[in-house]
């Protein structure tokens, strides 16, 4: 068996200390640079691989970063995980990812990242905060950046958010630029151990925009689901067979919208001409399928997250930042006039 190169193999090569050895291998100002070079050259020779966690002791860090959210699947989550991912791709960090799927994991994370200092910064997502939560956060000395969080705008820590009313507002307006007066809303249900607010707005803006235009809200016209595309495409057939059902549908996502469309081949009405159909967030399935949609910042929301974190890490003074990234329509082939 191969013996494995040390520390003091590398320092014997080069005719230094191991401490200086060490040093030089980590880029202490304290060692030339004539001597760095002795002792990366020896390094070289030897094929030497440091011991990464023994590093990571010496520094006093962690090197891990903690990624808290709820229920990883979902297709918005994720893509904010790709800009983390792709924001961190070039540092010494590692991720930690927890799938939270109930309060008491929620806190027993927050506890265990936070409170123990196993991470040296964390991330959460979408993330609903109680009380606990919140005083866990308020008295953490850990670096923390939240991510389209509800809930959270009062606290100090740095921010990445979404309008989600303006953007139900920028939905809801395009329909009734077409000239649609009977326009549905299929939202999310109300989870029972979170409370997610991301739907709860966009519906919020399409009720602001109705009342703005002096349309008048049909309750028939609203219908919560699962946010999964067959629970939406029953919810769609639920909302299509009222009577007259609407020319128009705003679902609260993308996967829901492609319940929607779905439910109109079903029913046999043809889109856009019979039926307009906008999703929510722009996922790449929406350029695929044309779908009219509202494009947020998902990949761009991770990166900025990221480097607001980054600054915190290198710099515990840097200060509180907390960003509001818009919303903007994307017009595809799924909305047009209604036919009467």
């Known amino acids: 068996m191969e013996k494995k190169v040390t520390i003091r193999d590398v320092a014997r090569a080069a005719g230094v200390s191991p401490g200086t050895a060490s040093r030089a291998m980590n880029n202490s100002p304290l060692v030339t640079e004539g001597t760095r070079r002795l002792v990366l050259e020896a390094a070289q020779r030897l094929n030497y691989q440091p011991n990464i966690m023994a590093r990571r002791l010496s520094l006093g860090q962690t090197l891990t970063i903690a990624i808290l959210a709820p229920f990883f699947t979902r297709p918005a989550f994720v893509a904010r995980l790709q800009g983390i991912v792709q924001a961190l791709q070039d540092t010494s960090y590692d991720l930690l990812i927890h799938n939270i799927d109930n309060p008491q994991s929620r806190v027993q994370a927050f506890e265990q990242m936070l409170k123990t200092r196993r991470v040296d910064g964390a991330i959460i997502i979408s993330l609903p905060l109680d009380e606990d939560t919140r005083d866990i956060l308020s008295r953490s000395k ?181 960003e509001v990234l818009p919303t903007s329509l994307v017009v595809r082939r799924t909305t047009a006039p209604p036919a009467s």
């Not at 307006?173 to 249900?189: M, N, V, W, Y």
């Not at 057939?237 to 319940?259: I, K, M, Y």
């Not at 722009?282 to 480097?307: F, M, N, Y």
Request: glycine share 6%; charged share 20%.
């Open 142 to 322: 850990t670096p923390v950046v939240l991510i389209d969080t509800p809930a959270s705008a009062d606290l100090e820590v740095s921010q990445v958010m979404v309008d989600d009313v303006a953007g139900g507002m920028q939905a809801t307006e395009h329909l009734i630029s077409l000239g649609h007066r009977r326009i549905a809303f299929l939202g999310d249900t109300a989870d029972p151990h979170f409370e997610f607010t991301s739907s709860k707005h966009r519906h919020q803006g399409y009720l602001q925009a109705l009342k703005a235009a002096g349309i008048p809200v049909n309750p028939r016209y609203y219908c919560e689901c699962d946010i999964a595309r067959p629970a939406a495409r029953q919810a769609a057939l639920r909302l299509l067979s009222e009577v007259p059902h609407p020319t128009a549908v705003f679902a609260a996502s993308d996967t829901q919208a492609l319940g929607v469309l779905e439910a109109a081949r079903e029913l046999g009405l043809r889109v856009p001409e019979d039926l307009s159909v906008v999703g929510y967030d722009d996922l790449e399935i929406a350029e695929h399928i044309q779908l009219t949609t509202i494009h947020q910042q998902l990949i761009v929301s991770g990166v900025r997250g990221a480097h607001l974190l980054l600054a915190h890490l290198e710099n515990p003074s840097a200060p509180v930042v907390k």
